[in-house]
Nanobody, 126 residues
């Protein structure tokens, strides 16, 4: 079972940027889809996670939630087994715990992923 470890979260003002990283303990090439989810404050931990963006195994196909299109960019460094999320033009509504996830099979927007990180907090102040 792969272990995923997120980093890069923090506190930022509205309009600012953050870059999240997700390091995998095994070759991510064994997983054909990776994604970022988030969970807003007040939600039950591990549940009600919102799909943010997903990427397929070769990094060519990406799928964004409408709420982040044009502001967030996902990328995958297979050589380093690391997933990234560049977040620009952040707004207070982006405040959440961000999780990376991995699965075999296609990218799906449901939380049907077999491997999850522990999450990293992103807080956007107005």
């Amino acid at each position: 079972q792969v272990q995923l470890v997120e980093s890069g979260g923090g506190l930022v003002q509205a309009g600012g940027s953050l870059r999240l990283s997700c390091a995998a303990s095994v070759r991510t090439s064994s997983y054909t889809a990776m994604a970022w989810f988030r969970q807003a404050p007040g939600k039950e931990p591990g549940k009600e996670r919102e799909f943010v963006v997903g990427i397929n195994w070769n990094g060519i196909h990406t799928y964004y939630a409408d709420s982040v299109k044009g502001r967030f960019t996902i990328s995958r460094d297979s050589a380093e087994d690391t997933l990234y999320l560049q977040m620009n033009s952040l707004i207070p509504e982006d405040t959440a715990v961000y999780y990376c996830a991995a699965r075999t099979g296609p990218v799906v927007m449901r939380d049907e992923y077999t491997a999850w990180g522990q999450g990293t907090q992103v807080t956007v102040s107005s």
